[in-house]
């Protein structure tokens, strides 16, 4: 018998927060819907959807960085930076159980245990994954229900299974020859291990249920942070924190807008120490904190965003999509 994944769980609490919230979306039910306490029922559902996918992206991500770990692996992953926006195109019921899956919590997760564990975490460009030959580079045609078929060197699997070829090839052409046989010993700083037991394979911050509430959630963020800053004034080198801030930031956008300013606004500061790939996810970051102060017409802020994304852009000598939406719609108030 095929069992429920944890995605449909939580796609299930938010459909049912969404028919509370249209059931009751008219003025005639405003009073009502005060005194019996329906907002926090929907709250409830929502916060439970939450909580399901944020327990998920920890125990999977610590899966994986351990079996890497064990067996001396490195972890390649897509950099799925973008991908909110992306979403939009979709039909409705996939971007709902794509933005419930955050993959930006996973994401983070994953390369959290990877950087404690000391294992190597390879971020691959997503473009053409499912779509060309892993063997030869040619285009691939479509043969049956999610298959795939190369027409030049007869290659044929699942979409699925072609993409994690191409993961795999590419992660391999970035890594450099290591000799001596497997990794090598991890350089990454061992972190304090915030996930510390109590009994069995349980978490200390484990809440009902299995999930964590978001308070103790945003407590592991800022553990993080704290950790991360420690280590950075000991040994004087701020590029792990500038990352902590960075991904924390990014992540508090579809949260909590203040928070994301004081992480991205505080790694912005030492934006000269990232690479061009964090330097480039900052700026679209900065950017939509900037078109998230314009939702809310919070002008004079959404001001400072985009001057701070400017000076990046200039420094970088890149283009970024969000950065120009910003200006534009900027422009138009």
Known sequence: ERRETAIERALHYKKLAEKLQQKYSFSKYNAWLRRRGILKRVKHFHRKARNII????????????????????????????????????????????????????????????????????????????????????????????????????????????????????RALEQLEPISGGPLTAPTAPQMTDVFRTDAGNRTALSGRGGGQTDDKFEEILEAIYAEAKRKSRENGNYELFATACLEIGSYYIENDYKKAEKFLYEVYELRGILDEKRAKKLLNSIANLGLLYCKLRRFDMAKVAYEKARNMVEELGVEDSTFKELEKMLRNF
């Open 54 to 169: 944020e327990d998920w992206a920890k125990k999977v991500s610590r899966e994986i960085a351990e079996l890497a770990k064990r067996h001396h692996y490195a972890i390649a992953r897509e950099d799925l930076t973008g991908l909110i926006e992306k979403l939009r195109e979709l039909p409705g019921d996939h971007k709902v159980a794509l933005l419930i899956l955050s993959y930006r919590k996973l994401s983070f997760w994953i390369d959290w245990q990877c950087e404690k564990l000391g294992v190597p975490i390879i971020p691959v460009e997503p473009e053409h994954t499912s779509s060309i030959c892993p063997n030869c580079s040619s285009r691939l045609r479509e043969n049956g229900y999610r298959r795939l078929k190369c027409p030049r060197c007869g290659l044929e699997e699942d979409r699925d299974r072609i993409a994690v070829l191409n993961i795999e090839k």
